[in-house]
């Protein structure tokens, strides 16, 4: 599909290319006019340097991306890794010696990233008499909520609170995150204790 001005409707609308040897034939999916038109030229594509981080490992992959396309830090991008490919997320990018926190693709020298589709999630649980550390390997976009009762590690937990990594402190039952966001989960072993809630009944918050 491609969207382009229709010389019957006159309007900017979807068309279904038909054939792509040379010049495309497209049909209007408004009123189903078959014309010509030039093909359009592709934007350049070019590689970037990309560091991806996971964890206490860092490895040089790549980054493909429009040459004038704008890229930001938070941006989620693929990174290829040899024959594997990451989702990331822009941390850091380097412009020659400068850190910018956006640039044109084709001024950027190198991204830093780190990996989020899976993310190890760290954990401190109380027992009652001690407290235990917890790693769970996550997706990066799984949710975790406040006051849920979760497997976690091999063990039933119930999560108090939840730390950010750039944020606040997510303390009302209900609300919820998602894993790659999270910089630590606290709570308790299921069955040991209960949340004290004092938001009004009913009422929930999303952290996204």
């Given at each position: 599909?491609?969207?382009?001005?229709?010389?019957?409707?006159?309007?900017?609308?979807?068309h279904t290319v038909l054939r792509e040897t040379g010049d495309l034939v497209v049909q209007c999916c408004e009123c189903g006019h078959v014309h010509?038109?030039?093909?359009?030229?592709?934007?350049?594509?070019?590689?970037?340097?990309?560091?991806?981080?996971?964890?206490?490992?860092?490895?040089?992959?790549?980054?493909?991306?429009?040459?004038?396309?704008?890229?930001?830090?938070?941006?989620?991008?693929?990174?290829?890794?040899?024959?594997?490919?990451?989702?990331?997320?822009?941390?850091?990018?380097?412009?020659?010696?400068?850190?910018?926190?956006?640039?044109?693709?084709?001024?950027?020298?190198?991204?830093?990233?780190?990996?989020?589709?899976?993310?190890?999630?760290?954990?401190?649980?109380?027992?009652?008499?001690?407290?235990?550390?917890?790693?769970?390997?996550?997706?990066?976009?799984?949710?975790?909520?406040?006051?849920?009762?979760?497997?976690?590690?091999?063990?039933?937990?119930?999560?108090?609170?939840?730390?950010?990594?750039?944020?606040?402190?997510?303390?009302?039952?209900?609300?919820?995150?998602?894993?790659?966001?999270?910089?630590?989960v606290y709570g308790y072993l299921d069955g040991r204790s209960r949340i004290n809630d004092t938001s009004a009944p009913g009422k929930r918050a999303?952290?996204?």
């Open positions: 599909m491609i969207s382009i001005v229709c010389p019957v409707c006159k309007e900017e609308c979807e010509r038109m030039e093909r359009p030229v592709e934007p350049a594509t070019i590689t970037i340097r990309t560091i991806v981080s996971y964890e206490t490992e860092s490895k040089v992959c790549s980054v493909e991306a429009f040459e004038d396309e704008t890229v930001s830090i938070g941006d989620r991008l693929a990174a290829e890794c040899g024959d594997e490919v990451f989702g990331v997320e822009v941390t850091g990018i380097e412009v020659g010696a400068k850190r910018v926190r956006s640039a044109v693709a084709r001024d950027v020298t190198t991204l830093w990233t780190r990996k989020i589709d899976q993310v190890v999630v760290r954990a401190s649980i109380h027992t009652g008499r001690t407290t235990i550390p917890l790693y769970q390997t996550m997706d990066g976009e799984e949710e975790l909520v406040v006051g849920e009762t979760r497997s976690f590690a091999g063990r039933h937990i119930r999560i108090s609170h939840i730390k950010l990594r750039d944020g606040p402190l997510m303390r009302k039952e209900g609300w919820k995150t998602v894993a790659r966001r999270v910089k630590r999303e952290s996204r």
